[in-house]
């Protein structure tokens, strides 16, 4: 099983609700949350089977976008 973390303008309780079927039918219903309190409002989802790609459709299937998280470089 893999972690997939995308930044998404998914802003509120209401945008998340819009997401939902959108993301059920992509991800399973346990698999994917949305952190509204973080300024990048990041996606998790976990899965086996998906990608990136599929996963960022399946939001922009909703009206949202979501994209990769920038890499972080260690100091």
Excluded at 5 to 34: F, H, Q, Y
Aim: net charge negative; aromatic share 2%.
């Amino acid at each position: 099983m893999k972690t997939i973390e995308l930044k998404t303008n998914i802003m509120c309780g209401a945008c998340v609700a819009k997401v939902t079927p959108s993301l059920n039918e992509a991800v399973g219903e346990a698999n994917w949350k949305v952190d509204t309190q973080n300024p990048e409002k990041i996606l998790t989802v976990t899965t086996d089977d998906l990608d990136t790609t599929d996963v960022i459709e399946a939001v922009q299937k909703a009206g949202y976008k979501a994209e990769a998280l920038a890499k972080k470089e260690l100091l």
